[in-house]
Every structure is written in C-alpha cells, then in structure tokens.
C-alpha cells in the first residue's frame, strides 16, 4: 500500500516550489490532496500538473484568519477530518536590521511564523478526529543557523522550529495521536530563490556552503516531508529534520 494511502492532505503555499512537488509528492503516496495558496492562477496550474482527479484548490491568505476559520468548518463539513497539515507558505524579505521597516518585519513574522499558529489553532481539531495526524511545519536552515541580513526570516524559522516542539508537547500531552516536526532546508531551486541563483557570485557562495557540492531541488523537500507525514515517522514527535546536503553539519 501507498505510504498515505486515502488521507485527506493540506498543503499551504502548494502553487509553486517546495509545496507543489510535495503536493505531487503526496498524491503519488495515494493521498486526496487540498492544495491552498494566495496565487489563484498558480493553484489552477499546479492543479493540472497533480497526478489524479480528486484534489481540490483553495484560494487562501494564511495570515487571515477568519479565512483559516471557514477553511476548517469546510474541511469538517466535506471530510470530518484532516490527516495532514503542511504549513509550507512563507517568503523572506532580506536586508539589515537597520534597513528592515516594522512593516516589513511583521509581514515575514506574519506569513512564516503567525499563519502556523492560526493553522494548528484552527485544524488541531481536524488532525486529532484523524486519530494519527500529522503536522509538517517549513523552517530552514535559517530557524537552526543565522546569517547575516536576514534577521526577520531567522527569527521567524527559529519560531517556527520551537512552535513545533510546544505543539509536539502539547499533543503528546493530550494524548490525540497528532505528530508535529518542523523541516530544514537549505539551499534549494525554487521561484522563491532563482533571483539569487541567478547571480554568479551569490550562487557561488551558496555553492561553497554546500558540502555536497549542489543546490537541492524541490523534490528532495518533498520526499522527507512524505516520510514526516507518514505511518513510517510514527515514533517521531517534536523532532527537527535537516535536508541541507551537510550545509549546517559544517
Ligand atoms: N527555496 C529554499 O531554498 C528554501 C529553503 C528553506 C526554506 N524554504 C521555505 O520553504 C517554503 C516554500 O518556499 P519555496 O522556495 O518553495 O518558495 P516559492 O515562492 O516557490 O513558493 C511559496 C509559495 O507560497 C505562497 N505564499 C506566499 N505568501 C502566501 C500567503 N500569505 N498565503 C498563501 N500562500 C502564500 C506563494 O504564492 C508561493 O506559491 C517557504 O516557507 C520558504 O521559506 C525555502
């Protein structure tokens, strides 16, 4: 059998990069998939690259809450549950602390960090009904290691990192059977960083960073958020995996 066989899977940000070869990734794994995401025109095409019929696109702010309240009355009504929650959505804004406005700061604490808290507020419910849910939550590197200008994406993928251990905590606690680990990448191909590929000289300081010697793609994310989000990471809760070719081994 398929690794998630049947489950009813939420992926945020799923429109482009690390969320939509997941989204691939899970249908592939048998799962029925809800693709959100703030870029309409995006979900339609990332729905025509989805193996299977039965997906479905949400258009979706996760930063409203009020949007994540009506996404959960509709999941209850069509499903009666969730088994997967991939809070991937996100973006970095980069510069010095100097030069990084409070606007600008709450936007990337907002769309990061605050959009996990409304997502496990307002699914929690949903995941325990499922009786073996599972949350994937999207840091990086930069939630274990800083660098320099970009303090507002560090501080928000180091919350991420420690959200996910509370809500580890707290599940355990209750007993629900709900899983939560948090994922790290590093350097990886994306619309998010072609930008910065694109240049010669950031891209050869990527480069060195890399002790494997490449950048990633989006599918090796993928294929470790599948293993996170199934029967085969039963035993981990809480937990922090690291998919950066060596990059914070160094
Ligand atoms: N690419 C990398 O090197 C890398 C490394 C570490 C972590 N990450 C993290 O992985 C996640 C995905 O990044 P990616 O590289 O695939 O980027 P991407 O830009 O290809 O995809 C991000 C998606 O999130 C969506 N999004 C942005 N704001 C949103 C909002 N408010 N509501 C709903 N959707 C929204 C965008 O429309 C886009 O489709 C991000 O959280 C990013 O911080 C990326």
Request: net charge negative; glycine share 10%.
């Amino acid at each position: 059998m398929s690794a998630l066989q049947d489950r009813i899977a939420l992926v945020t940000g799923a429109a482009s990069g690390i969320g939509l070869a997941t989204a691939r990734r899970f249908a592939d794994e048998g799962a029925q998939v809800l693709i959100a995401d703030l870029d309409a025109a995006g979900l339609t095409r990332a729905l025509d690259a989805m193996p299977g019929s039965r997906h479905e696109a949400i258009t979706l702010d996760v930063t409203d809450e009020p949007a994540w309240i009506a996404l959960a009355s509709r999941i209850e009504r069509q499903f009666g549950h969730l088994d997967v929650l991939f809070n991937n959505a996100g973006f970095g804004k980069f510069g010095s602390i100097a030069d990084t406005s409070l606007d600008m700061w709450r936007s990337v604490i907002g769309v990061n960090l605050d959009s996990i808290f409304l997502a496990t507020k307002y699914m929690l419910p949903l995941l325990e009904a499922s009786g073996h849910g599972s949350i994937i939550n999207m840091s990086s590197i930069r939630g274990i290691a800083a660098a320099p200008d970009c303090a507002s994406y560090c501080a928000a993928k180091g919350g991420v990192r420690m959200f996910t251990k509370a809500t580890a905590l707290e599940c355990a606690a209750a007993g629900n059977g709900v899983r939560a680990n948090s994922i790290h990448p590093g350097h990886v191909a994306t619309p998010l960083t072609a930008a910065a590929h694109g240049d010669p000289q950031v891209a050869r300081r990527l480069l060195d960073d890399v002790p494997i010697g490449r950048i990633g793609v989006p599918e090796e994310i993928a294929d470790a958020v599948v293993f996170l989000a199934s029967d085969a990471a039963r035993y981990m809760t809480g937990a922090e995996l690291v998919v950066d070719g060596g990059s914070t081994a160094q």
